[in-house]
Structure formats: C-alpha cells, structure tokens
C-alpha cells in the first residue's frame, strides 16, 4: 500500500471545497468485507434540504422538509439498491436503470449506455456510478459527462477493477473544479483512497474529509466477503 500516494489523494479531496457528490468502492484491510461510501453536497437550499433514509435494503433520498422542495427532479433518488449478487450505488435515478439492466441480463455498460449527464445547464452534473459483483469478487465504476461543460457531446467513461486490493479504494466524484461560475466535470481515473475494518470509522474518516459547509449526507455499506451479510451506517447533516 502506497501510503503517501493515498495521503496525497485524501488532501486533494480535502482541499476540494465542492466536490459534489461521490462514490468510493473497495475492500477493508481485513480482507473482510466490500466497501461501498457515498455522499451528498449542496449549496442550494433546495439541495441543502435532504437527508438518507433506510428502505428495507436499500437507501433513498428525501426531503427533510417536504414543504421547502421546490424541484425533487434530480435530487430525490435511490442512491443504493442491489439485486442478486449486485449492489449498485449511483448519484442518480439511473440506479433504477443499471438495477432493471443487470435483471434482464444485460450489462452495467449496456445499460448506462442509455443515459447521459443531468440536464442541469451550465454545469451539466456528470452521472456517477458503480457496482460490486460478489459472485465475481470484482467492481467496475462509471461516469457519464459533457465534453467540457458542451451539451452537444456525451462521454462515457468505465473503469472495470478485477480485484480488491485490501485498506483501499477508489473514488469518483461530479466535479473537479469550478470556472466562471460554472462547476468543471471530474477528469481523469478514478482514485485510490484508505479504507479501515470498522464502518464508523469510514464514515467519520469521509465525513471529516468533506467540506463541513457544503457537507449533507453520506453513507457506509460493508458487505461481509462471506456471507454477504450487509450493514448500513448513515450521517444525515439535518
């Protein structure tokens, strides 16, 4: 493990005062158990007004006030489903499209083939996402963006990881910077980051990490490398 390479990371996204919202997925030290984290920023009120919540096995979205939701169109959600042995987690509704894709056999890519970024002028929010295959031991994570800030050209980007590498992961989020006003789409492959065994701390370690003004959910999921057995922990900023 490259402890100063994974430093130097965590200082970068440290220093990022917006990096929007993000996905890290990878494995503990202990070899025990899968990592999925993911977080939400805003600087809206609209966006500001949000919290996660348990359904069952999965995570959505919503309002902490439902009277001050003026626009629930992009921002209410489920960030985390699974089926069989897939746990997905985006920062979008096109988790409902990777999760209806993996159960009618077709793939992660195929099915975010299908979408574009958020059509949320000027900054056209890119769709981040990813997914572990417990059956295959592997993950693969995506993000689907405008060609510098352009809405006429769509990429889409796929990182296929064939195997975890214990007490790291790798992350990716929305935006690298901001120009003019307008938020700049995460360039580049997603990067390597600590993991630690217990889920609290993941969740404190990646909540500390993010800027405390702009900061408003995150979650933790580890998945038991085993069993499968699952656990969710959540911080809510409201």
């Given amino acids: 493990m490259n402890h100063r390479l994974l430093n130097e990371n965590w200082l970068k996204l440290k220093e990022n005062v917006y990096p929007g919202r993000g996905i890290v997925i990878g494995m503990t030290p202990s070899r025990q158990h899968y990592v999925q984290v993911y977080w939400i920023m805003g600087r ?3 966006s500001r007004n949000r919290v996660f919540a348990r359904e069952g096995d999965f995570v959505k979205n919503k309002a902490f006030d439902e009277t001050k939701m003026t626009d629930p169109s ?5 960030p985390l ?5 897939y746990h997905i987690v985006s920062n979008g509704d ?3 499209t990777i ?3 993996l159960m009618n056999n077709q793939t992660f890519e195929s099915s975010l083939f299908t979408r574009e970024y958020e059509p949320d002028a000027p900054h056209f929010t890119p769709r981040i996402s990813g997914v572990i295959d417990t059956a295959q031991q592997n993950y693969k994570l995506s993000i689907l963006k405008s060609s510098r800030n352009r809405p006429e050209i769509c990429v889409r980007n796929f990182f ?3 195997r975890f590498v214990p007490g790291e992961g790798h992350c990716i989020h929305t935006y690298q910077d901001e120009a003019d006003g307008t938020l700049l789409s995460f360039y580049g492959e997603p990067f390597e980051v600590s993991l630690f065994d217990d889920i609290e701390e993941v969740k404190d370690y990646y909540w500390q990490t993010l800027n405390p003004e702009n900061r408003i959910s995150l ?7 085993i069993s499968a057995e699952e656990r969710i922990s959540i911080i809510n900023k409201r």
């Avoid at 992009?74 to 489920?78: G, P």
């Avoid at 489903?81 to 042995?85: D, H, I, Q, R």
């Avoid at 979650?219 to 490398?225: H, N, P, R, W």
């Fill in 44 to 46: 809206s009120e609209n």
């Fill in 74 to 78: 992009l921002i209410i959600y489920y």
């Fill in 81 to 85: 489903k699974k089926t069989g042995p």
């Fill in 94 to 96: 096109q988790t409902e």
């Fill in 99 to 101: 999760m209806d894709g």
């Fill in 160 to 162: 296929n990881f064939n």
């Fill in 219 to 225: 979650l933790v999921k580890f998945i038991d490398a």
